[in-house]
């Protein structure tokens, strides 16, 4: 038996199943569910920067629309504002690296 303690996506459980394997989850409460994803978010941020492979950006997306939906936000919002700070600020195309700001 191995011992998890972690956020799966919603159809684990039935693969868990076809594969003729026994298992136990719970559902979290909102609370928990929360700080989950922000354990989850990490953990996807960490396997992308050791193997730079697209469907890890997948996973950070998939993670980053569930923190959307449980915080109630519009998706079009986010990209709204995202827009707005690239419009204001710039976004990261020139590949720019600050080295000093002298005063």
Not at 46 to 74: F, T
């Amino acid at each position: 038996m191995k011992e998890y303690d972690k956020l799966i996506r919603d159809k684990i459980p039935k693969i868990i199943e076809e594969a003729g394997k026994n298992y136990n989850a719970e559902v979290m409460g909102e609370r928990e569910y929360k700080s989950y994803l922000k354990k989850k978010l990490l953990e996807e941020v960490d396997e992308y920067i050791e193997s730079e492979e697209v469907e890890e950006l997948a996973d950070i997306l998939e993670v980053i629309y569930a923190i959307i939906d449980l915080k109630g936000i519009d998706l079009e919002e986010v990209e709204r504002i995202r827009k707005k700070k690239a419009q204001d600020r710039g976004a990261f195309k020139k590949r720019l690296k600050l080295l000093k700001v002298y005063s």
